[in-house]
Structures are given as structure tokens and as C-alpha cells.
């Protein structure tokens, strides 16, 4: 097994200091790469710094704005938090819409 293959083995697994986050999973299975919009949405809602630094570590930028604009399960906080960070209108954040 290459270095390369060892690297991609450990992004497909979640890292100890993150089990709290997914807590509804099993994780003997689990594959956070097949599920992005899951996995950055738990993260982005309920992770720490070292769970960030993980994040942007394992999905791309576009993917991580991409679920702060489409994941309306984020709580107002977390979605005004990220909106912000990530330079979004709020009109562009499914979370911060009214319901209609």
C-alpha cells in the first residue's frame, strides 16, 4: 500500500475526536466522502475548531458553501455563522429563509 493509499484510507474514516458528532451512526461503516452533505452539515453545526480544521482538510471549499446555501437543517446560528464567514447573503442561505 502506497503512502497515497494510506492518506485516501484515513479521509474515508471519521477521526476518533469526531464520533461525538455522529452520534445516530455507525461508524464501523460509515463513509463521510459518500455523504458530504451530511457529514459538513453535523460539522458545521455542532463541530469545534479541530472538527473545522478536519473538515476543510477532507471536502473543498465549494463543497462546504455549497452545503451552508442548501442545508436547511442548520440551525439560524450556525447558518448566519457560516454565511458570514463564507461572505453569503442571506437570502442565498436555505436556513435563514422564512418558511413560506
Not at 466522502?33 to 482538510?57: C, H, M, S, V
Request: charged residues 20%; glycine residues 2%; proline residues 5%.
Amino acid at each position: 500500500m502506497t503512502e497515497l493509499d494510506v492518506r485516501y484510507i484515513l479521509k474515508l474514516m471519521i477521526p476518533q475526536y469526531l464520533h461525538t458528532l455522529f452520534w445516530d451512526v455507525n461508524l464501523d461503516n460509515f463513509d463521510p466522502l459518500a455523504f458530504p452533505t451530511y457529514t459538513i452539515g453535523r460539522i458545521l453545526e455542532y463541530g469545534n475548531q479541530d472538527a473545522i480544521a478536519w473538515l476543510k482538510d477532507t471536502f473543498s471549499a465549494n463543497q462546504i458553501v455549497d452545503v451552508v446555501r442548501t442545508e436547511r437543517r442548520l440551525s439560524r446560528r450556525s447558518a448566519n455563522f457560516w454565511a458570514l464567514v463564507y461572505c453569503l447573503p442571506p437570502d442565498q442561505v436555505a436556513a435563514l429563509k422564512l418558511a413560506s
